[in-house]
């Protein structure tokens, strides 16, 4: 199986504020590689897919960048609404693995 | 709009079974490959198993696989996780979820998640 590596686990950052996570894939994934955001109790909200494509809906403050084995989600500034844990995704290969997910706190 | 949602989860001792369903909504449903993904308690996500439209081709975690069996409805758009020889670590948060792409590799991108039912796995 593929393993996601994110860093850093938590961050502190406040509203305004440029954040950049990080997600090292095990092995080369092409750009096979999405990132969620989860809020506090709620599902996992679909951010970008193929490392820099910015889902329907989803603000341009959030982007991606990455291939082969690094990625990066960067937003821009950050809102108050953005305060939430971020995953990183392979779908290079079955099974789909996750990172264990980044949480920005304030 | 696309919408799934999971019923069946409640506690259940170690040893026993359940069937969790998922009743889906707003799209060609027997078109789509979907997934399970469950997330324990403050924990992260972990991908469980997939199926593909016709129910032809299924996969699994290996830390589900023998005891866990995926299944589709699609007279019915429903999709069902037989759990059997539950576990204390199968407590989860339990989510179908349906991809961006009705095949196996785009499946695995998940645009639309349910909001999950839990599992308790305990004695």
């Known amino acids: 199986d593929i393993q996601m590596t994110q860093s850093p686990s938590s961050l502190s950052a406040s509203v305004g504020d440029r954040v950049t996570i990080t997600c090292r894939a095990s092995q080369s994934i092409s750009n096979y590689l999405n990132w969620y955001q989860q809020r506090p109790g709620k599902a996992p909200k679909f951010l970008i897919y193929a490392a820099s494509s910015l889902q329907s809906g989803v603000p341009s403050r959030f982007s991606g960048s990455g291939s082969g084995t690094d990625f990066t989600l960067t937003i821009s500034s950050l809102q108050p609404e953005d305060f939430a844990i971020y995953y990183c995704q392979q779908t290079y290969s079955i099974p789909p693995t996750f990172g264990l997910g980044t949480k920005v706190e304030i | 709009e696309v919408q799934l949602v999971e019923s069946g989860g409640v506690v259940v001792q170690p040893g026993g079974s359940l069937r969790l369903s998922c009743a889906a909504s707003?799209?060609?449903?027997?078109?789509?490959?979907i997934h399970w993904v469950r997330q324990a308690p403050g924990k992260g996500l972990e991908w469980v198993s997939l199926?593909?439209?016709?129910?032809?081709?299924?996969y699994y975690a290996d830390s589900v696989k023998g005891r866990f069996t995926i299944s589709r409805d699609n007279s019915k758009s429903s999709l069902y996780l037989q759990m059997n020889r539950l576990r204390t670590e199968d407590t989860a948060f339990y989510y179908c979820?349906?991809?961006?792409?009705?095949?196996?590799?785009?499946?695995?991108?998940?645009?639309?998640w349910g909001q999950g039912t839990l599992v308790t796995v305990s004695s």
């Open positions: 979820t349906k991809g961006k792409g009705p095949d196996i590799g785009t499946s695995s991108s998940y645009e639309d």
């Open positions: 199926i593909t439209w016709d129910g032809g081709t299924t």
């Open positions: 707003g799209f060609a449903f027997d078109d789509y490959t």
